[in-house]
């Protein structure tokens, strides 16, 4: 499979590189405005592909995604000086309105999978601007946020994060809701596991570990500015899910018909990932404060979305 990555900055970079490590497509297509840019990160990356796999990395332009099966949108512009938050959505759609149109007119086949933040409301854009079905416009949403969650449960038990079944849903953002009571370890509920062995959940680990998913992207962006390690393999991960037709159960974001009581938005549940995008989802059992804060993450982000025009 040929994989497109619009915008070559940090997050689109880190993809690359992480796919080609996986080593699972065959080409990996890097465009950017900043054609330079491409051009340094395609042949940065290409010089590791040697040591593990025989992907071919190359810069280029909208063109060379012909015939791509996956195009990752992480093309951004960054926040000016006195520019609102709301001013910078707008610019970023204003990207996506170019960059949607450019991909589709020659990869109409591709899934778009959407990096740019905030990934919710950009998923959305996308989405609403393509006119694709809501299944093959996939945001990376929260998948980072579960990653996290399950490796820092996984350290408390002792165990491996593929051993945690745990998922945070809604906003990849403030708003998100950490899906506590219906998560486990092997088959057993987090609670017994912990009872079993010893390491009880109480209410102080609980809260670091709240504190650890929450707070994690703000200490790295404290200390060098940026994340992107994790979301590009985080962005990796979807890709292999629908390059190999895992069907993989993974948090990641699409335009949702109905969730609580919100209609049309784009957010994080469990879905089914396969060669379509995405195949089912998955409404998860919630406590009733799991549920609240579902339907409050909702509506915050239906909020924000019809507050941009696009
Ligand atoms: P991040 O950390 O999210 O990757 P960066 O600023 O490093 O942010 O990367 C964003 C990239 O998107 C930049 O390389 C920029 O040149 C690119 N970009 C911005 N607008 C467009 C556009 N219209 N088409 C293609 N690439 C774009």
Not at 62 to 73: C, E, H, N, Q, S
Not at 147 to 157: D, E, T
Not at 215 to 227: D, E, L, R, S
């Amino acid at each position: 499979m040929k994989v497109g990555i619009v915008g070559a900055g940090m997050v689109g970079s880190s993809a690359g590189y992480a796919l080609a490590m996986l080593g699972i497509v065959s080409d990996i297509v890097l465009v950017d405005r900043n054609a330079a840019l491409a051009l340094a990160q395609a042949e940065d990356i290409s010089h590791a592909v040697p040591f593990v796999s025989a992907t071919t990395v190359i810069a280029g332009d909208y063109a060379d995604l012909t015939g791509a099966g996956v195009v990752i949108l992480a093309a951004g512009v960054s926040q000016k000086p006195g520019e609102t938050r709301l001013e910078l959505l707008e610019r970023n759609a204003a990207v996506f309105r170019d960059v949607v149109g450019e991909v589709l007119r020659v990869a109409p086949d591709a899934i778009l999978l959407i990096a740019s933040n905030p990934v919710d409301i950009m998923t959305q854009v996308a989405t609403r601007l393509s006119g694709l079905p809501p299944q093959r416009v996939i945001g990376s949403g929260t998948i980072l946020d579960s990653a996290r969650f399950r490796s820092l449960i996984g350290r408390h038990l002792g165990i491996s994060p593929q051993s945690v079944h745990a998922y945070v849903l809604g906003e990849h953002g403030d708003s998100e809701v950490l899906g506590w009571s219906n998560a486990r370890a092997g088959s057993v509920s987090l609670q017994s596991f912990a009872e079993q062995i010893g390491s009880p959940l109480t209410d102080d680990v609980r809260q670091s570990i709240d504190e650890g998913v929450r707070n994690a992207a703000y200490k790295i962006i404290n200390g060098k500015g940026a994340t992107y390690y994790g979301i590009g393999a985080g962005l990796a991960r979807i890709v292999k899910a629908i390059a190999q037709d895992q069907r993989d159960v993974l948090s990641v974001s699409i335009v949702t018909p109905h969730i609580v009581d919100v209609e049309d938005v784009a957010l994080s549940v469990p879905r089914i990932v396969g060669a379509d995008g995405v195949v089912a989802d998955l409404i998860p059992e919630l406590e009733a404060s799991e549920h609240t804060a579902l339907g409050r993450s909702a509506a915050l982000l239906k909020e924000r979305v019809e507050s941009i025009k696009f």
